[in-house]
């Protein structure tokens, strides 16, 4: 979707100067607790995760097992079914076990039409417990995706992962980062299924995109809706407390300053090695240069070295493709305040129409940038990032606009 190495190099340098004034916020207050330690010393490389985790305790602490206690597997698939309820039009009906072949026992099914016309989309496969042999991890996949020009086929996707089965009749009760990993999931689940293209390649995409609506999913798991509803105490049925949900929300902003910097230099490595005529590189040498000039902080090592980063010289589909992961999270965050803005928040009617015509529904037949274009009014906005991640944002400049498609159209 950015098209050329320059317009990536521009969001990276953009973000730079944010994300290091982030880190002097970080160490002033893990030195803070050194000094009060009477630790005697200067923040260096190898005390920033030590502290850091005392900053964490001190600042944002959060006890993850009480969070848990709201976190039931069976709640957030029916968030889920809500969600895709309010913003596709979709309704999920559980298909009578037997009448659809699975592969294990565990494998749940749902028949996927739409609310109000009732048409077929099609079918929603759900394994969700870990066994012997299966493949570790959460992830979406298709057996079958949308096309129409080979005959009407409907899809038939899935959701999976590695939760641990209860008792019969037990909730399964999981962490706030898994939950966060089923809305992203499910988040594939309905760009498969909302794929309305007529030729199967269509369905693909590239890859600084593909990421961004599953990433973007992941924020209705925080709407007041989905929370009064659904994250509800597994024994006493009560609501989450609000306090518990403001320290999840602050948490989130805990230590983005180190995550961002440690990433983005060397998503900017990865760039510019991709800009050069590597002939006789001292990779040492310009590596250190390089950092210098950026003003890389003394206090965060490169989260890869050049000589061990694969995204450098892996392979083709890979190489330089480093920066996409922020380029999707600008993307996302720069939507969610669309979603915030609107009258109807995360659930505006317009702006759901508006997001699953042109963000899922199209797959990859559209021009992603002109996809986005047509759904905001504008290109995205990098300052999004920067407050979704509590940076300091620099002065608006020309610059901050990520222009995503060819000038000059
Ligand atoms: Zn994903």
Redesign the pocket.
């Known amino acids: 979707m950015a098209k050329t190495p320059e317009r990536a190099l521009e969001l990276m340098e953009t973000v730079w100067p944010a994300a290091l004034a982030r880190v002097k916020e970080e160490v002033a207050d893990m030195q803070a607790i050194a000094d009060a330690e009477g630790a005697g010393i200067t923040i260096e490389p190898w005390d920033y995760r030590y502290y850091a985790e005392k900053v964490r305790k001190a600042k944002y602490d959060l006890d993850s097992d009480e969070v848990k206690q709201y976190l039931q597997l069976d709640k957030l698939r029916e968030a889920m079914f809500f969600v895709a309820g309010e913003l596709f039009d979709f309704t999920f009906n559980p298909v009578p076990e037997g009448s659809v072949p699975v592969f294990h026992e565990d494998v749940r099914v749902w028949e996927v039409s739409k609310k109000t016309s009732g048409d077929l989309v099609g079918l929603w496969y759900l394994d969700p417990y870990a066994r012997t042999g299966k493949r570790s991890g959460a992830w ?1 996949t298709t057996y079958r995706g949308h096309e129409t020009f080979d005959g009407k086929k409907t899809v038939l996707g899935s959701n999976n992962s590695n939760f641990i089965k209860g008792a019969p009749g037990e909730a399964v009760l999981v962490s706030w980062d898994d939950a966060s990993t089923l809305f ?2 499910f ?2 689940a309905l760009h498969y299924l909302s794929s309305s293209v007529a030729y199967p390649t269509l369905n693909g995409g590239v890859r600084d995109y ?2 961004f609506q ?2 973007l999913l992941e924020r209705w798991l925080l709407t007041d809706e989905v929370i009064d509803r659904f994250l509800v105490h597994h024994e006493t049925g009560d609501p989450i407390p609000d306090e518990l949900v403001a320290k999840i929300k602050k948490a989130k902003a805990f230590n983005q300053g180190f995550a961002t910097t440690e990433y983005l230099a060397c998503a900017l490595m990865d760039m510019k090695y991709h800009m050069m005529d590597p002939a006789g590189l001292d990779v040492d040498a310009f590596e250190r240069a390089a950092l210098t000039e950026l003003r890389m902080p003394d206090e965060i090592p490169m989260r890869h070295r050049s000589p061990q980063f694969g995204h450098i010289f892996n392979n083709e589909n890979y190489a330089a493709g480093y920066y996409g992961y922020i380029w999707a999270d600008v993307l996302t965050a720069d939507a969610a305040e669309a979603f915030q803005q609107a009258p109807g928040g995360f659930y505006d009617k317009d702006m759901a129409n508006k997001l699953v015509e042109n963000l899922f529904t199209v797959r990859n037949a559209v021009d992603p940038a002109e996809a986005y274009r047509t759904f905001r009014g504008r290109d995205p906005e990098m300052e999004a990032l920067m407050r979704d991640r509590g940076f300091p944002i620099p002065r608006r400049q020309e610059s901050a606009v990520v222009q995503g498609s060819d000038a000059g159209e």
């Open positions: 979406a992203h999931e988040g594939h593909t990421e599953s990433q």
